[in-house]
């Protein structure tokens, strides 16, 4: 699997969790609900894997998910709950590259360094878990002092913004917000995913300063209008007024901004709300914050009441509470955490008779989504109870809503009669499924019809709620359907739920208007995100041209709860063709991920234009706070102050600019001339080094320089990767000829350098030449030598051979003799030598008979080999061995009785006496004694 990067904890990361060695026995802790604490290192994120082909329309755009990721991991016996944890985003960006290469997808995360995510790195956690607050299993007073001590802390520690941005995401004003409803959004940078800080709609500078002591928050599902880009949101509180309503133009301007709510007793706990181009739909339902009930009845803080009626407000989208009023619609207790689409209903002379929306309805509050703290060893409290789950349920469709799964979650249409003051329900689905997604390019459209959604997993008891494939659902059918059968009167159900199809013929209808895409078995996915085509193109198509993406991860990498290779782990991002949903459609293209991805909750796609949007916007910003750059920013700096008047009157200017270690100036500085991320990367060539540097001190060079070198060649390898695989050549060819600025004088010292290092290649050369030409000049010697050798030990061999033969008597007749000629012994052969005078004569002066030139000159050779061997006295021969030594065969005693020598003999008996010769000198003795 491509990587060209790597993951690690963050420096400023202080909390250090000890790896497990067991699972996690909470079941939103275990599995891939468990935390991942690394985060990818530089900004460049990890090169993926891509099975199958991106669609072209997705380049250089990115998805972001997020989701709840404990940075304080609770202990076993404490309580938790699937809402809790600091958030973490997600994201796989869609390199833009050039569009005749295949998109390069590139992964990153990212903690939202939140204000909440920055005390509790430094002291624990911030707040009371909703896993305390939701359970019914402690005293009051536990969970007073819990509460108690947790604001105290806050307080203590000046924590102003409880928002920890793990539940949703959008986009406003260039930017990209992580939201979740307890606090203000966090703004983030793409592709990055970096924190950049809180934003609360501060453009608007006529808009009155916000009031300390309110709670200022943004629900965690804000709404925008497609058709006027105004965003529209709320914030439920804790206390009075419960709710507050707010809308903002797209340029900023606050039009409605912080309005109260009348009509809510309580505090209640609200996701998610709808609006039309007219109006917003807010809701009250019996999930409610009361700790009075809790103490009186035992029941938890967050409870909900299944003897309460649901109730929505229908309120003018700029609402005013001075004088606007809230028209309040009852209904069956139900609670919703999702909406899907939502509409004005208008009569054939164009009046808004009924406002409609679509949701995702549940007969209470999930009870599987609240599996809190361990009652006993290895058991959670809250969830479904062991009867619920062995009840048979009730087929929705015919408004039987007291016999349904009362945790299932069905899509379902809600009519507000304008006139008549009622609701109508209509089960749209009878499969349950959540985190419903549309094209939002046509939100509000009445005519809308597709709806997306995760399919929910069969549930079982302890486990925490997931979801195992995705639906797509032709909900305008239904209620074009139920229209007809309004129209006929053929409706089935009572009260509210007259407005029924029946649950047979909706069965019937989804075999036609449902698909289903199961992921497999032991795979989990999460929210599915659709992308419009038309967004893309600026076209119009179809509703359901585009992409739908989601998260996938095979839980067969996990070993009964925890992970088996940490190193080795693997999510998907599938990308789906939304036209083709069903379980005979594959994905179009599969991104492999070389990284666990927690299971979390909504994401958003950021298109290409928005990201450069989000960058053009941070420049902006840098260059306007350096205009800004005041003489305040300038104090403790090297400058000099003129003024064009002696006496100073005119205005005053700085000469120098800060020369000290600004660094809130250094890093806008940076952003401003930051190179846009769209461009080619072989054009700005930059590249962030995976490699951390630790350097225990500061001041060891040595320790200091490696570590900075380790990285830049880490960075250097990542580059002339990259450069190789786009296709460029990182060698220079053999004909490269760069052109240099040197002096004649430095040129011609260079070519000496070049010619003496020639002559002394070609010297070198010719001396190994030589060396084999001795060594092959040596071997043909030995290799003579030892021929020779050979010859000759074979004629002495020979000569033995025919001597043994002539002894014995058999050589006359032997026809065979290879030497066909008479040999002398050595004996009488010496002989005659010996009786040979001077010129080869006898004593008599005649030769002897036989002899000859020849003769004498063989005697002589003869004489020679037995003196010094066969072919002369061999080089470095030794002289005076024992073999020579007993040698006397050269002896004569005439030559020794010479009268030098008696005369010295007796000299050295009588003395010097009668003027006898003196002894030899040494040298001369020496040399005498040689020839002897």
């Given at each position: 699997?491509?990587?060209?990067?790597?993951?690690?904890?963050?420096?400023?990361?202080?909390v250090?969790?000890?790896?497990?060695?067991?699972?996690?026995?909470?079941?939103?802790?275990?599995g891939?609900?468990?935390?991942?604490?690394?985060?990818?290192?530089?900004?460049?994120?990890?090169?993926?894997?891509?099975?199958?082909?991106?669609?072209e329309?997705?380049?250089?755009?990115?998805?972001?998910?997020?989701?709840p990721?404990?940075?304080?991991v609770?202990?076993?016996?404490?309580?938790?709950?699937?809402?809790?944890?600091?958030?973490?985003?997600?994201?796989?960006?869609?390199?833009?590259?050039?569009?005749?290469?295949?998109?390069?997808?590139r992964?990153?995360?990212?903690?939202?360094?939140?204000?909440?995510?920055?005390?509790?790195?430094?002291?624990?956690?911030?707040?009371?878990?909703?896993?305390?607050?939701?359970?019914?299993?402690?005293s009051?007073?536990t969970?007073?002092?819990?509460?108690?001590?947790?604001?105290?802390k806050a307080?203590l520690?000046?924590?102003?913004?409880?928002?920890?941005?793990?539940?949703?995401?959008?986009?406003?004003?260039?930017?990209l917000?992580?939201?979740?409803?307890?606090?203000k959004?966090h703004?983030?940078?793409v592709?990055?995913?970096n924190?950049?800080?809180?934003y609360?709609?501060?453009?608007?500078?006529?808009?009155?300063?916000?009031?300390?002591?309110?709670?200022?928050?943004?629900t965690?599902?804000?709404?925008?209008?497609?058709?006027t880009?105004e965003i529209?949101?709320f914030?439920?509180?804790?206390?009075?007024?419960?709710m507050?309503y707010?809308?903002?133009?797209?340029?900023?301007?606050?039009?409605?901004?912080?309005?109260?709510?009348?009509g809510y007793?309580?505090?209640?706990?609200?996701?998610?709300?709808?609006?039309?181009?007219?109006?917003?739909?807010?809701?009250?339902?019996?999930?409610?914050?009361?700790?009075?009930?809790?103490?009186k009845?035992?029941?938890?803080?967050?409870?909900?009441?299944?003897?309460v009626?649901?109730?929505?407000?229908i309120?003018p989208?700029?609402f005013?509470?001075?004088?606007?009023?809230?028209?309040?619609?009852?209904?069956?207790?139900?609670?919703?955490?999702?909406?899907?689409n939502?509409?004005?209903?208008r009569?054939?002379?164009?009046?808004?008779?009924?406002?409609?929306m679509?949701?995702?309805?549940?007969?209470?509050?999930?009870?599987?989504?609240?599996?809190?703290?361990?009652?006993?060893?290895?058991?959670?409290?809250?969830?479904?109870?062991?009867?619920?789950?062995?009840?048979?349920?009730?087929?929705?469709?015919?408004?039987?809503?007291?016999?349904?799964?009362?945790?299932?979650?069905?899509?379902?249409?809600?009519?507000?009669?304008?006139?008549t003051?009622?609701?109508?329900l209509?089960t749209?689905?009878?499969?349950?499924?959540e985190?419903?997604?549309?094209?939002?390019?046509?939100?509000?459209?009445?005519?809308?019809?597709?709806?997306?959604?995760?399919?929910?997993a069969?549930?079982?008891?302890?486990?925490?709620?997931?979801?195992d494939?995705i639906i797509?659902?032709?909900?305008?059918?239904?209620?074009?359907q139920?229209?007809?059968?309004?129209?006929?009167?053929?409706?089935?159900?009572?009260?509210?739920?007259?407005?029924?199809?029946?649950?047979?013929?909706?069965?019937?209808?989804?075999?036609?208007?449902s698909?289903?895409?199961?992921?497999?078995?032991?795979?989990?996915?999460?929210?599915?995100?659709f992308?419009?085509?038309?967004?893309?193109?600026?076209?119009?198509?179809?509703?359901?041209d585009?992409?739908?993406?989601?998260?996938?991860?095979?839980?067969?990498?996990?070993?009964?709860?925890?992970?088996?290779?940490?190193?080795?782990?693997?999510?998907?991002?599938?990308?789906?063709?939304?036209?083709?949903?069903?379980q005979?459609?594959?994905?179009?293209?599969?991104?492999?991920?070389?990284?666990?991805?927690?299971?979390?909750?909504?994401?958003?796609?950021?298109?290409?234009?928005q990201?450069?949007?989000?960058?053009?916007?941070?420049?902006?910003?840098?260059?306007?706070?350096e205009?800004?750059?005041?003489?305040?920013?300038?104090?403790?700096?090297?400058?000099?102050m003129?003024?064009?008047?002696?006496?100073?009157?005119a205005?005053i200017?700085?000469k120098?600019?800060?020369?000290v270690?600004?660094?809130?100036?250094?890093?806008?500085?940076?952003?401003q001339?930051?190179?846009?991320?769209?461009?080619?990367?072989?054009?700005?060539?930059s590249?962030?080094?995976?490699?951390?540097?630790?350097?225990?001190?500061?001041?060891?060079?040595l320790?200091?320089?490696?570590?900075?070198?380790?990285?830049?060649?880490?960075?250097?390898?990542?580059?002339?990767?990259?450069?190789k695989?786009?296709?460029?050549?990182f060698?220079r060819?053999?004909?490269?000829?760069?052109?240099?600025?040197?002096?004649?004088?430095?040129?011609?010292?260079?070519?000496?350098?070049?010619?003496?290092?020639?002559?002394?290649?070609?010297?070198?050369?010719?001396?190994?030449a030589?060396?084999?030409?001795?060594?092959?000049?040596k071997?043909?010697?030995?290799?003579?030598?030892?021929?020779?050798?050979?010859?000759?030990?074979?004629?002495?061999?020979?000569?033995q051979?025919?001597?043994?033969?002539?002894q014995?008597?058999?050589?006359?007749?032997n026809?065979?003799?290879?030497?066909?000629?008479?040999?002398?012994?050595?004996?009488?052969?010496?002989?005659?030598?010996?009786?040979?005078?001077?010129?080869g004569?006898?004593?008599?002066?005649?030769?002897?008979?036989?002899?000859?030139?020849?003769?004498?000159?063989?005697?002589?050779?003869?004489?020679?080999?037995?003196?010094?061997?066969?072919?002369?006295?061999?080089?470095?021969?030794?002289?005076?061995?024992?073999?020579?030594?007993?040698?006397?065969?050269g002896?004569?005693?005439?030559?020794?009785?010479?009268?030098?020598?008696?005369?010295?003999?007796?000299?050295?008996?009588?003395?010097?006496?009668?003027?006898?010769?003196?002894?030899?000198?040494k040298?001369?003795?020496?040399?005498?004694?040689?020839?002897?």
């Open positions: 699997m491509a990587s060209s990067s790597t993951s690690a904890i963050a420096p400023d990361i202080k250090r969790t000890k790896p497990r060695t067991k699972a996690h026995p909470h079941p939103y802790l275990t891939n609900f468990y935390p991942v604490f690394e985060e990818t290192v530089g900004d460049d994120g990890i090169e993926c894997e891509v099975v199958g082909t991106i669609p329309t997705l380049r250089g755009s990115q998805y972001v998910r997020t989701g990721n404990s940075l304080n609770p202990k076993e016996a404490e309580g938790h709950h699937w809402f809790d944890g600091e958030g973490m985003l997600h994201g796989v960006y869609f390199e833009p590259g050039e569009p005749s290469k295949a998109i390069q997808p992964y990153m995360n990212r903690w939202v360094r939140s204000e909440v995510f920055n005390k509790a790195n430094k002291y624990g956690a911030m707040d009371v878990s909703l896993g305390l607050l939701m359970s019914k299993g402690h009051v007073l969970l007073f002092w819990h509460m108690f001590w947790f604001r105290i307080r520690l000046g924590l102003k913004n409880s928002s920890n941005g793990n539940t949703a995401l959008t986009w406003f004003g260039s930017r917000l992580a939201l979740q409803e307890a606090g959004p703004e983030t940078s592709p990055s995913l924190t950049v800080g809180e609360y709609f501060e453009e608007d500078a006529t808009a009155p300063v916000p009031e300390t002591r309110r709670h200022h928050a943004v965690a599902h804000p709404k925008i209008d497609p058709n880009g529209i949101f914030a439920w509180l804790v206390e009075a007024p419960y507050q707010s809308v903002v133009s797209a340029d900023g301007k606050r039009k409605v901004w912080e309005q109260p709510i009348p007793s309580k505090a209640t706990m609200t996701h998610d709300f709808a609006i039309t181009p007219t109006y917003s739909i807010l809701f009250n339902l019996p999930y409610t914050i009361d700790g009075h009930n809790h103490a009845n035992g029941k938890p803080i967050f409870a909900f009441d299944s003897d009626r649901s109730r929505f407000g309120i989208r700029y005013d509470a001075t004088k606007d009023k809230v028209q309040w619609f009852d209904s069956l207790p139900c609670h919703i955490f999702h909406t899907a939502s509409w004005d209903e009569d054939s002379e164009g009046n808004i008779v009924a406002v409609c679509t949701a995702c309805r549940s007969a209470r509050f999930v009870a599987d989504v609240n599996l809190w703290e361990p009652t006993r060893a290895n058991e959670y409290g809250g969830g479904k109870t062991k009867e619920e789950y062995e009840t048979t349920y009730a087929t929705p469709g015919s408004g039987r809503y007291d016999q349904q799964d009362p945790d299932a979650t069905y899509m379902t249409l809600f009519r507000f009669d304008l006139k003051g009622k609701t109508q209509t749209l689905s009878t499969v349950s499924a985190f419903p997604m549309i094209n939002y390019d046509r939100y509000m459209d009445p005519q809308l019809k597709f709806v997306y959604g995760a399919a929910v069969p549930a079982s008891p302890g486990s925490g709620f997931k979801f494939g797509k659902t032709n909900y305008g059918a239904v209620n074009e139920k229209r007809q059968m309004v129209s006929k009167n053929e409706t089935v159900g009572q009260g509210e739920g007259a407005w029924e199809i029946g649950a047979s013929r909706l069965q019937e209808m989804e075999k036609t208007i698909s289903v895409h199961k992921f497999g078995p032991h795979i989990f996915g999460s929210e599915p995100l992308v419009s085509k038309s967004s893309l193109d600026g076209g119009a198509g179809d509703e359901d585009g992409y739908l993406l989601v998260y996938t991860y095979d839980e067969r990498q996990m070993e009964q709860g925890l992970v088996k290779k940490d190193k080795a782990q693997v999510t998907e991002l599938w990308i789906f063709d939304a036209k083709k949903i069903g005979d459609h594959e994905p179009v293209a599969k991104v492999k991920i070389p990284r666990r991805v927690p299971y979390g909750f909504h994401g958003l796609w950021v298109s290409k234009e990201i450069q949007q989000n960058q053009d916007l941070r420049r902006r910003r840098a260059f306007e706070n205009q800004q750059l005041t003489l305040e920013d300038l104090e403790g700096s090297d400058t000099e003129l003024s064009d008047n002696e006496d100073g009157s205005d200017f700085t120098q600019k800060v020369t270690n600004n660094e809130p100036a250094l890093r806008r500085l940076c952003e001339i930051a190179l846009p991320t769209d461009i080619p990367w072989s054009e700005t060539q590249i962030t080094s995976s490699v951390p540097v630790h350097v225990v001190d500061p001041d060891d060079d320790n200091r320089e490696v570590a900075f070198y380790n990285q830049a060649l880490e960075a250097a390898v990542q580059g002339r990767d990259r450069i695989k786009e296709g460029g050549v060698e060819p053999g004909d490269y000829f760069a052109e240099m600025i040197k002096t004649d004088d430095h040129m011609a010292k260079i070519r000496q350098k070049l010619l003496d290092e020639n002559a002394s290649i070609q010297a070198s050369e010719r001396a190994k030589q060396r084999e030409l001795k060594k092959f000049g071997k043909v010697q030995t290799e003579k030598r030892l021929e020779r050798e050979k010859a000759k030990a074979d004629a002495l061999d020979k000569i051979t025919l001597k043994k033969k002539r014995g008597g058999d050589s006359a007749g026809a065979d003799d290879e030497f066909d000629v008479a040999l002398a012994s050595d004996d009488d052969e010496m002989k005659a030598y010996k009786t040979a005078g001077k010129g004569k006898n004593q008599h002066g005649k030769r002897p008979a036989g002899s000859s030139s020849t003769t004498e000159s063989r005697g002589k050779r003869m004489k020679k080999d037995q003196k010094f061997g066969f072919g002369g006295k061999k080089r470095f021969g030794k002289s005076n061995d024992a073999n020579s030594s007993a040698d006397v065969s002896f004569n005693v005439k030559r020794n009785k010479s009268t030098s020598f008696k005369a010295g003999h007796k000299a050295s008996k009588g003395g010097a006496k009668g003027g006898a010769k003196q002894r030899p000198g040298g001369r003795r020496q040399n005498g004694a040689g020839r002897k």
